[in-house]
């Protein structure tokens, strides 16, 4: 998809847009046994001139509506949009009562995002998980490989079959679904734009996240492949080095990959490295637009 052409005729990048930066909340929890409060995170990102905030469903402290209005009212006063929740599920099931509560979780998490304003979630694939920790994760390249007796045919049925039975509450709450290539059957360009195209749905657009086509012999074709697709892309960074690693990403021929598939969206922070996030996000944010100036 093609969300508004703003390159030139001869294919370079024009300079009229800006960059419209944000962060995940992410960004300031790494997952740790005590959560950092988003209020705290809508403060930070307001402090730094940044445009939104995008909200990892985990790190909310609760899903009742006071907590969700509490969270809109609070980014509205502080001139910050919501542009994205970002949450978990795993369709690579081959029990059709555990996809099941998958897709369940999806359909309650587009009503979160509708209540709190927020227009669009991230979906992930899933994957053939081998249990075992991100570390094996990245040994095996991501839980790609099916298991025993089960094809890669089969796990593209249940994923694409799982985000088709989701679209038409997204359609009628209007919150775009977000597939973001984040492991499992997304680990690879051609296999994300495999589920993309074959549902092939205004509803169903792909998140860019800059940091996890680790795999793919050419990361930035890989890019160039999903990106006429990417409503939303994730920066990842990693000042004080990365949490399991660290790439030297050239931000600006991303950013220019994107531009010229027609990219006009919003831009999150993913920090993830060993610094604080107090020092470890300003810096991010210099890095990132200076790389979009670069890029026109």
């Not at 300031?28 to 909200?55: C, M, Q, R």
């Not at 919501?82 to 690579?92: A, E, G, M, T």
């Amino acid at each position: 998809m093609s969300v508004g052409q703003n390159s030139s005729p001869g294919g370079t990048v024009s300079s009229h847009n800006s960059l419209r930066l944000g962060t995940s909340t992410y960004s300031y929890w790494h997952f740790t046994p005590e959560k950092t409060p988003i209020e705290s995170v809508l403060d930070a990102a307001a402090e730094l001139g940044l445009s939104g905030v995008e909200i990892l469903h985990r790190q909310m402290e609760s899903e009742e509506n006071a907590y969700l209005q509490k969270l809109k009212r609070h980014a509205f006063s502080l001139g910050l949009d919501l542009y994205n929740l970002s949450i978990h599920q795993d369709f690579v099931h081959d029990d059709a009562a555990t996809r099941q509560q998958h897709i369940d979780h999806t359909l309650q998490c587009i009503d979160l995002a509708h209540e709190m304003g927020i227009p669009s979630i991230r979906v992930n694939s899933g994957g053939f998980r081998k249990q075992g920790s991100f570390d094996d994760l990245i040994k095996a390249k991501g839980w790609v490989e099916p298991w025993d007796g089960v094809t890669m045919d089969d796990g593209f049925g249940w994923v694409i079959d799982a985000i088709e039975r989701c679209l038409p509450h997204a359609e009628r709450r209007g919150v775009l679904l977000l597939l973001e290539n984040h492991w499992g059957l997304t680990t690879f360009a051609q296999d994300m734009a495999r589920i993309i195209e074959t549902i092939d749905s205004p509803w169903l657009q792909a998140i860019l996240d800059m940091g996890n086509f680790i795999f793919e012999e050419d990361m930035y074709g890989a890019m160039e492949r999903v990106a006429p697709h990417v409503c939303l892309a994730h920066a990842k960074t990693y000042p004080g080095g990365g949490s399991w690693y660290t790439l030297d990403l050239d931000y600006a021929r991303v950013f220019r990959i994107l531009l010229n598939a027609g990219w006009r969206g919003y831009c999150s922070i993913e920090m993830e490295g060993a610094e604080n996030a107090a020092t470890a996000v300003p810096k991010s944010i210099e890095m990132l637009r200076q790389a979009w100036a670069d890029a026109h």
